[in-house]
């Protein structure tokens, strides 16, 4: 079972406009989430995160809410550009319970992100 | 830094064929992740290491997998034999101690045919 969803496969957005890339999760031990960006033929890169303790974070463009009554969240970019075109991975992080424990982030499906000019 | 270096980036073999996927993590990240993508599951973590030792290998599919860290600047993904269903990109990636963020290496396409 899935413990990170993420329902929209695709996105498609015009450029400039607001683009929204949603996320859920199962597991109410997640206390540190992650979006990576991915392009074709390339590994996926950071772009922004969230800890729990907080609702939003913000970087330029960029900014993710989150909501841990609804175990959701999710990223605006802001405007939108054909950069950003990409696959979006959200990823949750367990916390640490033991030495050398978990480190493990745990990722969803990806949302395919188009932003057409 | 030249970041996560994987090779070779792509591989095409016969089924039943044994594969070496090999990973170089950024120095000095006590931490060395592979996962697998694919269409139906996604980026899953197959194994990662802390420090050289394995610490958790629950992601490995069957007996077939298996990943060693000799030392701290390589690692290796063996599957033998291989089966058309391992056809997946396979990425490593490493991590500093005490952060949440891990560096992706531009992955491995392996295709079983």
């Known amino acids: 079972d899935q413990q990170v969803k993420q329902n929209s496969p695709s996105l498609s957005v015009q450029e400039g406009r607001i683009s929204i890339l949603n996320c859920d999760y199962t597991?109410?031990?997640?206390?540190?989430f992650l979006w990576y960006k991915k392009y074709p033929a390339e590994g996926p890169t950071f772009l922004i995160s969230?800890?729990?303790?907080?609702d939003k974070n913000e970087d330029g463009r960029f900014t993710v809410f989150l909501n841990k009554s609804a175990k959701h969240l999710s990223l605006h970019i802001v405007p939108s550009q054909p950069g950003d075109s990409a696959v979006y991975f959200c990823?949750?992080?367990?916390?640490?319970?033991?030495?050398?424990?978990?480190?493990?982030?745990?990722f969803g499906k990806g949302t395919k992100l188009t932003v057409n000019p | 830094d030249a970041g996560v270096i994987q090779s070779p980036r792509h591989e095409v073999t016969e089924m039943g064929q044994e594969v070496t996927l090999r990973c170089k993590p950024i120095?000095?990240?006590?931490?060395l992740f592979w996962y697998r993508q694919t269409m139906m599951r996604g980026l899953e973590l197959l194994i990662y290491?802390?420090?050289?030792?394995?610490?958790?290998d629950s992601g490995m599919p069957e007996d077939r997998f298996s990943a060693k860290m000799p030392n701290a600047s390589f690692s290796t993904l063996k599957i033998q034999p291989s089966e058309p269903r391992d056809s997946a990109v396979y990425f490593c990636?490493?991590?500093?101690?005490?952060?949440?963020?891990?560096?992706f290496g531009p992955g491995t396409r392996l295709t079983v045919t």
């Open positions: 990823a949750a992080k367990s916390p640490r319970l033991t030495q050398g424990g978990s480190e493990k982030l745990v």
């Open positions: 597991n109410s031990m997640f206390d540190y």
């Open positions: 969230i800890s729990s303790i907080k």
């Open positions: 990636a490493s991590s500093p101690g005490g952060s949440n963020e891990q560096y």
């Open positions: 290491f802390n420090n050289n030792v394995p610490i958790d």
């Open positions: 120095s000095g990240h006590d931490y």
